[in-house]
């Protein structure tokens, strides 16, 4: 097989699970969850979506998830023994709460926030400014992202997508795990 590197106009063709970055680096967690907890959180996250559709959510408000040993050792291609360690490892850091429903139903998976370290909110942000400091040209003196349509223009664009947000996405249910292919 030959590689075949991606072109500009293809970076959105995939989608992806989304892994906090402050997993890694937060003092509370980075030491205490190995990297399959790490990858399994991402999931957990991603299926909060599919329990917001099917408005999985208890008397208090709290949205939760059904998510069983079973399937995240075949999504993942990991042992039992592997992924019971991975959940116990969020359960330990105050990740995930499991409510038993006995009668061999599935736990029932609430998933917590993340606690920010603010230390490291502090430290991220001066050595990213300190950068800015420094930077002689114009063009960098505005680093911080500004998340609007403004920022984007069609200059030099052959394909005329400038971002994801311009382009035409029709049914996307077929991401979410019960989406029947059939129909």
Not at 62 to 67: A, D, G, P, S, T
Not at 88 to 117: F, M, R, S, T, W
Not at 128 to 150: A, F, G, M
């Amino acid at each position: 097989m030959d590689f075949i590197p991606y072109k500009a106009h293809e970076c959105f063709e995939h989608l992806y699970y989304q892994i906090p970055m402050e997993l890694f680096f937060n003092k509370n967690y980075k030491d205490k969850l190995n990297s399959d907890s790490k990858i399994l959180y991402g999931f957990l996250l991603n299926r909060l979506t599919l329990s917001a559709k099917n408005n999985w959510i208890d008397k208090d408000g709290n949205i939760f998830l059904i998510f069983t040993r079973k399937e995240v050792q075949e999504l993942l291609g990991l042992s039992d023994k592997t992924v019971t360690k991975a959940f116990k490892q969020l359960n330990e850091c105050k990740l995930i709460h499991e409510k038993k429903q006995g009668a061999n139903k599935p736990n029932l998976i609430y998933v917590g926030k993340i606690d920010h370290d603010k230390n490291l909110m502090q430290v991220i942000r001066k050595n990213y400014e300190s950068r800015i400091v420094k930077s002689t040209t114009h063009d960098t003196e505005n680093l911080r992202p500004n998340y609007n349509n403004n920022n984007y223009n069609n200059k030099g664009k052959k394909n005329g997508y400038q971002n994801y947000e311009q382009r035409d996405y029709d049914d996307l249910d077929f991401l979410y795990a019960n989406y029947n292919f059939e129909n």
